[in-house]
């Protein structure tokens, strides 16, 4: 059975720093792509980063290019995100998501299994 | 980056009725890469369909999607208890994949 569970979502003050994990298990974590998707409170999904199998190619939404990081280890089967210079904006569920085989071509495809997500609150 | 847009924001429905869902495309999707996912409160949200048609492992077969370019939908034949949720979209046949803002189906 897979499953992801995220974790370290917090109350983090503007223009501070967090990192998130995602542990990976029941299926073959290298060999697949995996992302990040966020839902602001009451709103609708937005997708944020992407992976390769590898880890060689990331993609980001232009939303948090420059302050997020995209990461994993395939040894630990954990995926990372981490996440500089928060905003307001940037509050959130944060889910991790299984993606294809390999790569997502120009970062995009689809997810089929997903975690129940982490909640990250950028406030003062 | 092309922009989803769903119809109707939310759908009345009984159970047993039939549900159309529409999710329409500013640019022609690439090669139909277009999935739809289930969302319930308080969960993740839960793919059922990719590849525009295509249902996803353990998926009902009163899910059905359907559509090309630019018009998608998704039909639930016969609408169960369990089937009231929030609806999305999502394109991935161009970077950046885009999600639509969903359609809320509710009980009538």
């Known amino acids: 059975e897979v499953q992801l569970l995220e974790s370290g979502g917090t109350l983090v003050q503007p223009g501070g720093s967090l990192r998130l994990s995602c542990a990976a298990s029941?299926?073959?974590?290298?060999?697949?792509?995996m992302t990040w998707v966020r839902q602001a409170p009451g709103k609708g999904l937005e997708w944020v980063s992407v992976?390769?199998?590898?880890?060689?190619?990331?993609y980001y939404a232009g939303s948090v290019r420059g302050r997020f990081a995209i990461s994993r280890d395939n040894f630990e089967n954990t995926l990372h995100l981490q996440m500089n210079n928060l905003r307001a904006d940037d509050t959130a569920v944060y889910y991790c998501?299984?993606?294809?085989?390999?790569?997502?071509?120009?970062?995009?495809?689809?997810?089929?299994?997903w975690g129940q997500g982490t909640l990250v609150t950028v406030s003062s | 980056e092309i922009v989803l847009t769903q119809s109707p924001g939310t759908l009345s429905l009984s159970p047993g009725e039939r549900a159309t869902l529409s999710c329409r495309a500013s640019?022609?999707?690439?090669?139909?890469?277009l999935a739809w996912y289930q969302q319930k409160p308080g969960q993740a949200p839960r793919l059922l369909i990719y590849?525009?048609?295509s249902r996803a492992t353990g998926i009902p077969d009163r899910f059905s999607g359907g559509g090309s370019g630019t018009d998608f939908t998704l039909t639930i034949s016969r609408l169960e208890p369990e089937d009231f949720a929030v609806y999305y979209c999502?394109?991935?046949?161009?970077?950046?994949?885009?999600f639509g803002q969903g359609t809320k189906v509710e009980i009538k």
């Open positions: 590849g525009a048609s």
């Open positions: 640019l022609s999707v690439s090669s139909s890469y």
């Open positions: 992976i390769s199998s590898s880890g060689s190619s990331t």
């Open positions: 998501a299984k993606g294809l085989l390999g790569d997502c071509s120009g970062g995009a495809c689809y997810f089929d299994y």
């Open positions: 999502q394109q991935y046949g161009s970077s950046p994949q885009t």
């Open positions: 029941g299926f073959t974590f290298s060999n697949y792509a």
